[in-house]
């Protein structure tokens, strides 16, 4: 029997919407993957920058600073836990810079040993500074330790566990109830490298 035509037109308008929308929906998918692709290829080139841009700040510090800082690579030894009961500093040479306070904003560089004399962490690293640690978020002992210094100088801090790693320790060379010691180099101020709108969008919209 023969479609009617009314029939037949009401088909074809259905099959047009479909193709339509199965096009638009491919059409959609590939501007996605377009749009990932070109979103991935700005972070990447993003974070490279930014990466290089880090490194040569990096570099230009340590050229700056190395030969003055690393004086002090013979420094860490052996000592007496019990020695050390309460918070010491020890000021080796004295900055001329701003003074730190409990609220400065400051970079330093650090060598930091156990009571074996064993370095467990330090900036100095294949004959060159790492980039320098930003000041604030640290153990009680350094952060009360720099308060008072100059930028520019350099203390030797004794750090009693209580202030360093306490009963939890860290890792394998501070273990739990271990005093520390550090030099700490606080540096003139520097400024941070600008993290690019692009990744800084990133960071936050995954964090």
């Known amino acids: 029997m023969a479609t009617p035509v009314s029939?037949?037109?009401?088909?074809?308008i259905i099959a047009v919407v479909l193709t339509i929308g199965t096009l638009g929906s491919f059409l959609a998918m590939a501007l996605s993957v377009q749009n990932s692709?070109?979103?991935?290829?700005?972070?990447?080139?993003?974070?490279?920058?930014?990466?290089?841009?880090?490194?040569?700040?990096t570099k230009e510090l340590s050229d700056k600073y190395y030969t003055e800082f690393s004086q002090y690579a013979s420094v860490p030894a052996a000592y007496?836990?019990?020695?050390?009961?309460?918070?010491?500093?020890?000021?080796?040479?004295?900055g001329d810079g701003e003074e730190i306070t409990s609220?400065?904003?400051?970079?330093?560089?650090?060598?930091?040993?156990?009571?074996?004399?064993?370095?467990?962490?330090?900036?100095?690293?294949?004959?060159?500074?790492?980039?320098?640690?930003?000041g604030g978020n640290l153990i009680s002992g350094w952060n009360?330790?720099?308060?008072?210094?100059?930028?520019?100088?350099?203390?030797?801090?004794?750090?009693?566990?209580?202030?360093?790693?306490?009963?939890?320790?860290?890792?394998?060379?501070?273990?739990a109830n271990t005093p520390i010691k550090f030099i700490v180099m606080v540096i003139p101020k520097?400024?941070?490298?600008?993290?690019?709108?692009?990744l800084l969008k990133y960071y936050q919209a995954n964090s």
């Not at 029939?7 to 074809?12: A, F, K, L, P, T």
């Not at 007496?80 to 004295?94: F, G, H, P, Q």
């Open 7 to 12: 029939q037949r037109i009401g088909i074809w």
């Open 37 to 57: 692709a070109s979103d991935t290829a700005s972070l990447q080139k993003a974070s490279t920058s930014y990466q290089l841009a880090i490194a040569a700040q």
């Open 80 to 94: 007496s836990a019990d020695t050390i009961t309460a918070l010491t500093k020890t000021d080796l040479k004295v």
């Open 103 to 134: 609220s400065t904003a400051y970079k330093a560089y650090y060598i930091g040993w156990n009571p074996k004399g064993v370095i467990f962490d330090q900036s100095i690293s294949a004959g060159a500074l790492k980039a320098p640690i930003a």
């Open 144 to 175: 009360e330790g720099v308060v008072g210094m100059k930028a520019g100088g350099v203390r030797e801090l004794d750090i009693p566990s209580d202030k360093a790693y306490g009963a939890t320790g860290s890792g394998a060379d501070i273990p």
């Open 190 to 198: 520097v400024a941070d490298v600008p993290i690019p709108d692009v």
